[in-house]
């Protein structure tokens, strides 16, 4: 089964810039999606076909994906942005959509 | 706009079946654009999706999870569901409902459901 590697945690100072990375293999090839999940919540799609945003999602928020590794980055860092971050591809091999562990994102 | 509700009991014994709704409102589960979808996610831990279903009945569902998950739809009522069977504690989680929309990634989620299996 296709496996999605985040690192656990992200700091960023405000207004700082966060890069929040998803590694898999050749997953350049894949199209890549972004949830965001603050506590006690539902995940919010922030960014699907690596790089497009769904409407209401601030420009801040961008994503690139190359290689075996796939990025979100979000500038200018506040504190509402606080939250943990996952992506998500389909792994057409064994027919199902596969998560990455979640990249908690702290704003210091 | 489209809005998701689960629905089911929020206590389940060991080796029961775990059953829950998703009704959807603001529109039509039978529009041919989307696939309906489950997701877990156990306390303190990540995102797991265990499956979805197409109007056309078409599923697909996670292979570590395949042998005792069936998610079907009512048309008639605008509502899809899950059921689990054998449910053990490891199965203990809030349990989300989402729209896999016309970009391929999930565009609406349900608010979740706790359930939790114990004795």
């Known amino acids: 089964s296709y496996v999605l590697t985040q690192t656990p945690s992200v700091s960023v100072a405000p207004g700082k810039t966060a890069r929040i990375t998803c590694g898999g293999s050749?997953?350049?090839?894949?199209?890549v999606h972004w949830y965001q999940q603050k506590p006690g919540q539902a995940p919010v799609l922030v960014m699907y076909?690596?790089?497009d945003r769904p409407s209401g999602i601030p420009e801040r928020f961008s994503g690139s994906n190359s290689g075996n590794t796939a990025t979100l980055t979000i500038s200018r860092v506040g504190a509402g942005d606080e939250a943990d971050y996952y992506c998500?591809?389909?792994?057409?091999?064994?027919?199902?959509?596969?998560f990455g562990g979640g990249t908690k994102l702290t704003v210091l | 706009q489209v809005q998701l509700q689960e629905s089911g009991p929020g206590l389940v014994k060991p080796s029961q079946t775990l059953s829950l709704t998703c009704t959807v409102s603001?529109?039509?589960?039978?529009?041919?654009?989307?696939?309906w979808t489950w997701i877990r996610q156990p306390a303190g831990k990540g995102l797991e999706w265990i499956g979805r279903?197409?109007?056309?009945?078409?599923?697909n569902y996670n292979p570590s999870l395949k042998s005792r998950v069936t998610i079907s739809v009512d048309t008639s009522k605008n509502q899809f569901s899950l059921k689990l069977t054998s449910v053990t504690a490891a199965d203990t989680a809030v349990y989300y409902c989402?729209?896999?929309?016309?970009?391929?990634?999930?565009?609406?989620w349900g608010q979740g459901t706790m359930v939790t299996v114990s004795s």
């Open positions: 989402a729209r896999e929309g016309g970009v391929e990634a999930l565009d609406i």
């Open positions: 603001g529109g039509s589960i039978s529009s041919t654009s989307y696939y």
């Open positions: 279903i197409y109007i056309s009945g078409n599923t």
């Open positions: 050749n997953i350049g090839s894949k199209s």
């Open positions: 076909y690596d790089n």
């Open positions: 998500q591809v389909w792994d057409r091999i064994s027919d199902h959509a596969v």
